[in-house]
C-alpha cells in the first residue's frame, strides 16, 4: 500500500468569492478551508455551478479570490502580482481540462511536449515517451487528436498535466465526456499517474464514479465544503 507523505503542498484557508451584478452580489465561496498533500487524491463533488470550477481556477493562479488565502507548494500567491502566478502555475502546478484542450494540429508526443514548452521546460523525450506509454499510448504517439477517441485524448491531456511533474494537478470535470469503460480505465490511469509523480491531485465533478480513485471525497454545497 502506498504511504501519503503528510505534507500538504496545495493550502486553501478562508477562501471567498463574490461576483457583483447589477441586481445582487452572488456568493460563490463562502470561507473554504482544504489542505491537499502529496500523493493524495482529493475528489471534489457537486452539482453543475456549486463552484468547483471557480475554486479549482483560484487554487491554479487562474482567477483571484474576493479574500482569503492560497498557498502553493510553500508559497502565499493569494496577493502575488501576475507574473509570480505565472511563475507558480509553470513551477508547481498541472491541469487537466473537462475538454481536453488539445491543439488538433499536433500529435500525441507534440501535444505533451506543448505542457513542458508552456513551463518552459526542456523538451525530454524519454519521459514524455515514457509517461505517454505508462497511460496506454506507446502506439498512438505519431496519431493527432482527430484520430483518437475520447479516452485516449483524455490520457493525452493527463500526460500533459503531469508532464513537467508538477506538485499540484487540478482536475476539472476530467471523465464527463467519457463513456463508462473509458471513465473507468482514464481514472485508474490517472491515479496511477498521479501517484508515480507523487503529486497532489484536486479533482472537481459530479461524476461518483470517481470517489473510487479518492483518498477523500468532499462535497462543495452552498458554498461551503463538507466532508
Not at 478562508?14 to 489542505?35: S, W
Amino acid at each position: 500500500m502506498i504511504q501519503i507523505a503528510n505534507q500538504p503542498v496545495l493550502q486553501l484557508s478562508q477562501l471567498r468569492k463574490e461576483f457583483r451584478e447589477p441586481a445582487a452580489v452572488i456568493q460563490v465561496l463562502q470561507g473554504v478551508d482544504l489542505e491537499v498533500c502529496r500523493g493524495e487524491i482529493v475528489v471534489l463533488m457537486g452539482p453543475s455551478g456549486s463552484g468547483k470550477t471557480t475554486m479549482l481556477q483560484i487554487a491554479g493562479c487562474m482567477k483571484r479570490a474576493t479574500s482569503g488565502q492560497v498557498v502553493v507548494a510553500g508559497e502565499d500567491v493569494s496577493t502575488a502580482d501576475e507574473a509570480r502566478r505565472l511563475q507558480a502555475r509553470r513551477n508547481h502546478l498541472g491541469f487537466v481540462f473537462q475538454s481536453f484542450q488539445l491543439v488538433d494540429a499536433l500529435n500525441a508526443y507534440q501535444n505533451v511536449a506543448l505542457g513542458l514548452r508552456l513551463k518552459r521546460r526542456p523538451i525530454n523525450r524519454p519521459d514524455i515517451l515514457s509517461m505517454l506509454d505508462t497511460l496506454g499510448l506507446g502506439s498512438k504517439v505519431h496519431k493527432r487528436p482527430g484520430h483518437l477517441s475520447g479516452g485516449e485524448k483524455q490520457r493525452i491531456a493527463i500526460a500533459r498535466g503531469l508532464i513537467g511533474r508538477p506538485d499540484v494537478l487540478l482536475a476539472d470535470e476530467p471523465t464527463s465526456q467519457l463513456d463508462s469503460n473509458s471513465t473507468e480505465t482514464v481514472s485508474d490511469l490517472l491515479r496511477e499517474a498521479a501517484r508515480r509523480s507523487n503529486a497532489a491531485v484536486l479533482l472537481a465533478t459530479h461524476d461518483p464514479r470517481l470517489t473510487r480513485i479518492a483518498d477523500r471525497t468532499l462535497v462543495l454545497k452552498e458554498g461551503k465544503i463538507d466532508e
